[in-house]
Structure formats: structure tokens, C-alpha cells
């Protein structure tokens, strides 16, 4: 934190902004929490649009810790890229989220995808080709089920490297999606040079619709761009009613956001199918 002149204690907080400088703590904090077994995936359910069918989760990772509560992602994440638990982490999640799918499938009673997020380190991993091929063999999920979300900059940071591994991604049959689109390198030239299926629009485009006339000149223009270079939409962060019509009217084809589904585990994952079986 930055000084600003006035006294003030530095205390752990979850709900702090800004780089975790102080959280040699929570370091130690996460290598003990592997070993516990602290971490949780939670789903959030992507819907189709038009009829509110579930068609597939986000895995979002939880980690409750004993005293210190729910420590959010956007806490943990960045010191376990920086310290390289989240390869470990992320092989876990991938695996779990492809069997956890297997049994979402049992009780909808048809086919659904599970999205999960990829860091950049671990995109960069030499393994993560091998943890992708494992975490299909050991759940038989098929790799058409299965879309890895990764940024802009994870494209960015090598693109002669990420042409490879997205090529081996595709022949498996994996789906490609943008996250946060929009948020991160301005160009989109990348559109055309890998092979993407879905594009995330970034909540920020999306919380003030359909009031904020610049933010929808521009979810409006990426589904236009989705729509000739025919890949899919998901915009994440739909809140309310009207924002759900409002990209439904573009041609929006899923959302994603508290309106449909929080995060939730897997258990009320499937509570949550189970009555979509009947609307
Ligand atoms: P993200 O991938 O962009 O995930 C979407 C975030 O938006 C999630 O926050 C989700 O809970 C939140 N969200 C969804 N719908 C709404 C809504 O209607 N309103 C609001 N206000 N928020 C909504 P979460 O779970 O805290 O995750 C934050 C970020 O942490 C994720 O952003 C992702 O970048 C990262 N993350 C989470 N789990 C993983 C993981 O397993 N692996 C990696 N590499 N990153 C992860
Ligand atoms: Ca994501
Ligand atoms: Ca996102
Ligand atoms: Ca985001």
C-alpha cells in the first residue's frame, strides 16, 4: 500500500485491493491448504439465452480456510502464479472439474461442457499438455465437453508457442474461449490466427446495460465480430432481467451471471439441473 501520510495498521483483510505484498503469510497459509485440502471448485451455470437451459459450468476455485474464512481468488490466484502452486493447482481443478461433469451429465440427462480456467503459467507448463490429456483419459469427459478459458495475454506473452499448444488443444477436440475479451490487448489480429471458438464479453461491458450507451456499442460490435467469424458468445456478469433481454435481442448466445447461477458447489450444482429437467 502506498503511504499516505495517515497512521493506519496493516492488517489482513480478504476483501483488500491491490498486489498481496504482504502475504508471505497467506503463502505459507496455501501450501498448507494443499495438503488439508482447503480448496474447492465451485460451478457456475452458462445458459443458453433464449431458454435458460443450463448447457455448461465455470469451475471457480474456493479456498475455506480454517479461520481466515472464504479467501477469494482474486487474492490467492495471483500468489500461487507467482510462486508456481498454480500449476498444481490447476492440474487439480482440471481433473476434478472432468469428473464432476460425468456426474452433472448423469442427472441432466444429457450431454453438457465444462469451462475451466487456465493461467498463463500454466499454459506456458511443458505438462499442461500431459495434465489435459490425463484429466480426459481418467473421467472419459471428451475433449468437445471441455473449453479452456484463457486471456488475451496468455496469447500474447508467446504466440508462436501458443499456436502449438492451441493446435494440440483442438485436436483433442477442446474448445478455445476468450476471457475477460476486450479487457486486454486491443488487437484482434489474434482472432484470426488461432483457432478460438468462444469469446467471454467482460462483465464491466456488461453491469451497466442496457442503460451505458458505449457499453453497448460495444458488446454490440463483438457480436457482431462473433457472428461473421462464427464463434459464440458468453457474457458473463448478467445481473438482472433486462440485461439478459437486452443480449438476447443482439444474438447473445449464453450468459453466465447471478441472475441465472451464482457459484455454487457441486452439490447445488445438481439440485439446480434437476429442476431445469422440468421448466
Ligand atoms: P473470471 O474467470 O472472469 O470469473 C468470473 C468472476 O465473476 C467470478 O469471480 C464469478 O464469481 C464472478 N461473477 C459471476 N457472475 C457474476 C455477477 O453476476 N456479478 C458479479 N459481481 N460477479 C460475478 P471469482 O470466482 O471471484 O473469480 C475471480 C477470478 O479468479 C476469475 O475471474 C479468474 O480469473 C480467477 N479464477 C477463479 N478460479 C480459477 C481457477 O480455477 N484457475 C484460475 N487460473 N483462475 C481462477
Ligand atoms: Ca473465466
Ligand atoms: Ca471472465
Ligand atoms: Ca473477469
Redesign the pocket.
Known amino acids: 500500500a502506498k503511504e499516505t501520510g495517515k497512521a493506519r495498521a496493516v492488517t489482513y483483510s480478504p476483501s483488500d485491493q491491490g498486489p498481496p505484498e504482504h502475504d508471505i503469510s497467506l503463502e505459507a497459509a496455501m501450501f498448507n491448504a494443499v495438503r488439508e485440502g482447503e480448496f474447492q471448485?465451485?460451478y457456475?451455470p452458462i445458459v443458453d439465452a433464449r431458454s435458460r437451459t443450463i448447457e455448461g459450468f465455470?469451475?471457480?476455485?474456493r479456498w475455506k480456510h480454517p479461520t481466515l474464512g472464504m479467501v477469494?481468488?482474486?487474492r490467492f490466484?495471483p500468489i500461487a502464479e507467482t510462486n508456481g502452486l498454480?500449476n498444481l493447482?490447476?492440474a487439480w481443478?482440471l481433473k476434478a472439474a472432468c469428473m464432476q461433469i460425468r456426474q452433472f451429465e448423469e442427472v441432466a440427462g444429457r450431454e453438457l461442457y465444462i469451462s475451466?480456467?487456465?493461467?498463463p503459467r500454466?499454459f506456458r507448463s511443458d505438462k499442461f499438455l500431459t495434465v489435459l490429456d490425463d484429466a480426459l483419459a481418467l473421467s472419459g469427459t471428451k475433449g468437445r465437453q471441455l473449453v479452456l478459458?484463457i486471456t488475451e495475454g496468455t496469447l500474447m506473452v508467446d504466440p508462436v508457442h501458443a499456436e502449438a499448444v492451441l493446435g494440440k488443444m483442438a485436436e483433442r477436440g477442446a474448445r478455445i474461449a476468450i476471457?475477460?475479451f476486450g479487457t486486454g490487448y486491443s488487437s484482434l489480429a489474434y482472432l484470426k490466427r488461432f483457432p478460438i471458438s468462444v469469446l467471454k464479453i467482460?462483465?464491466a461491458f456488461v453491469?451497466d446495460l442496457p442503460q451505458a450507451a458505449k457499453d453497448g456499442a460495444i458488446c454490440s460490435a463483438v457480436l457482431d465480430i462473433a457472428r461473421h467469424l462464427d464463434l459464440l458468445v458468453v457474457a458473463?456478469?448478467?445481473?438482472t432481467e433486462e440485461q439478459l433481454a437486452w443480449l438476447d435481442n443482439l444474438g447473445c448466445h449464453y450468459v453466465?451471471?447471478?441472475?441465472t447461477g451464482?457459484?455454487m458447489p457441486a452439490h447445488v450444482a445438481m439440485a439446480a439441473l434437476k429442476e431445469n429437467l422440468y421448466t
Do not use: C, F, H, W
Not at 58 to 61: K, N
Not at 116 to 119: K, M, Y
Not at 236 to 239: I, K, S
Open positions: 471448485l465451485y457456475q465455470e469451475t471457480l476455485m477469494p481468488p482474486v490466484i498454480i493447482l490447476g481443478a475451466v480456467n487456465i493461467s500454466q478459458e476471457d475477460d467482460d462483465r453491469k458473463e456478469g448478467v445481473e453466465q451471471g447471478y441472475l451464482k457459484p
